[in-house]
C-alpha cells in the first residue's frame, strides 16, 4: 500500500500561483509514475502532469507552460507549481501513483489516489 497525503491547496487571484505538494509513504519502492489529476463540478477527472522514475513528464495542453511538476526522490514528495492560474483551473487537485501497473505517463488511470485538495481561482 501506498498512501499519499496533499498540501498546499488554497484560494488565490487570477495571474497568481501556488505550489501542490504530496508526500508519500508506505510500499514506495515500487513506484513507477507519480502525477496530479484533477476534477471540477460537472466535468470529467483530467490528468494534470506525471512524471515517471524514467524521467517521462507529461502535461495536459490546458497547463502547459504554466505547471510544473517535480520530484524529491530523497523526501519521496512530488510538487505541482502551478503558476498564471486560471478560473478555469479552480478544481479538487488529486496525487496520485502507480507502485502495482506500469502504464504510460500520459494516462489518466492511476493505482494510488491521495484525498485531494481545493484550489479556488477567483476571476
Known amino acids: 500500500q501506498v498512501q499519499l497525503v496533499e498540501s498546499g491547496g488554497g484560494l488565490v487571484q487570477a495571474g497568481e500561483s501556488l505550489r501542490l505538494s504530496c508526500a508519500a509513504s508506505g510500499r514506495l519502492v515500487n513506484i513507477n509514475r507519480m502525477g496530479w489529476c484533477r476534477q471540477a463540478p460537472g466535468k470529467q477527472r483530467e490528468l494534470v502532469a506525471a512524471i515517471a522514475s524514467g524521467g517521462g513528464i507529461h502535461y495536459a495542453d490546458s497547463v502547459k507552460g504554466r505547471f510544473t511538476i517535480s520530484s524529491d526522490n530523497d523526501k519521496n514528495t512530488v510538487y505541482l507549481q502551478m503558476n498564471s492560474l486560471k478560473p478555469e483551473d479552480t478544481a479538487v487537485y488529486y496525487c496520485?501513483?502507480?507502485?502495482?501497473?506500469?502504464?504510460?505517463?500520459?494516462?489518466?488511470?492511476?493505482?494510488?489516489w491521495g484525498q485531494g485538495t481545493q484550489v479556488t481561482v477567483s476571476s
Open positions: 496520485n501513483a502507480d507502485a502495482v501497473h506500469i502504464r504510460r505517463v500520459g494516462v489518466r488511470e492511476f493505482d494510488y
